[in-house]
T-cell receptor, first 111, second 117 residues
Framework: SQELEQSPQSLIVQEGKNLTINCTSS?????LYWYKQKYGEGLIFLMM?????EEKSHEKITAKLDEKKQQSSLHITASQPSHAGIYLC???????????FGTGTRLKVLA | NAGVTQTPKFRVLKTGQSMTLLCAQD?????MYWYRQDPGMGLRLIHY???????AKGEVPDGYNVSRLKKQNFLLGLESAAPSQTSVYFC????????????????FGPGTRLTVL
């Protein structure tokens, strides 16, 4: 079965610093979604990547999908306390409508 | 447009008690899902539904039942709660993958925090 592995599991950075979160799939991805979750809340959709080599940006967050479509990275530039939360990657398993998720990366940004 | 709503937000049960979690969506999505989220294990799919009147098992279905009598509602039932079911439960909904290529995603509810003593 397909699995998504995220790294690191947790991250503490000083405000203003850049950071990267990785998501690696055990099989080729048909699509890769990035979500953000704040404590006690649901998941908020950030971006979706479908094509190998694709890169998308929203405000200070950039996500990339590698050419082989097995790894994605989420990069935050000049982090702010508002970026704090749990970041999860998700994907449809084997191209089906059953989604799988990584275990999440807990980000803390120190002011 | 409320999106995906879940009821209740918090609940404490004793072992052996039963309860039903309600999920409602107003986006006319065909697909609905129930997940549980546990520390270090991410989100795991319990049951899902691809349309009104149809349900299917996900990754961790034991101890749960679901029903989708109306397109907008997806109910998750615990017949005899166990401490292992202490978790945060999320409902999600979506269109069938591929219908809206650039915005295909699941929309999540705010979660229900369940504690079983």
């Amino acid at each position: 079965s397909q699995e998504l592995e995220q790294s690191p599991q947790s991250l503490i950075v000083q405000e203003g610093k850049n950071l990267t979160i990785n998501c690696t799939s055990s099989k080729t991805l048909y699509g890769l979604y990035w979500y953000k979750q704040k404590y006690g809340e649901g998941l908020i959709f950030l971006m979706m990547l479908q094509k190998g080599g694709e890169e998308k940006s929203h405000e200070k967050i950039t996500a990339k999908l590698d050419e082989k479509k097995q790894q994605s990275s989420l990069h935050i530039t000049a982090s702010q306390p508002s970026h704090a939360g749990i970041y999860l990657c998700g994907a449809p398993a084997g191209g089906t409508y059953k989604y799988i998720f990584g275990t999440g990366t807990r980000l803390k940004v120190l002011a | 447009n409320a999106g995906v709503t879940q009821t209740p937000k918090f609940r404490v049960l004793k072992t052996g008690q039963s309860m039903t979690l309600l999920c409602a969506q107003d986006m006319n999505h065909e697909y609905m899902y129930w997940y549980r989220q546990d520390p270090g294990m991410g989100l795991r799919l319990i049951h899902y539904s691809v349309g009104e009147g149809t349900t299917a098992k996900g990754e961790v279905p034991d101890g749960y039942n679901v029903s989708r009598l109306k397109k907008q509602n997806f109910l998750l039932g615990l017949e005899s709660a166990a401490p292992s079911q202490t978790s945060v439960y999320f409902c999600a909904s979506s269109y069938p993958p591929g219908r809206q290529a650039n915005t295909d995603t699941q929309y999540f509810g705010p979660g229900t925090r369940l504690t079983v003593l």
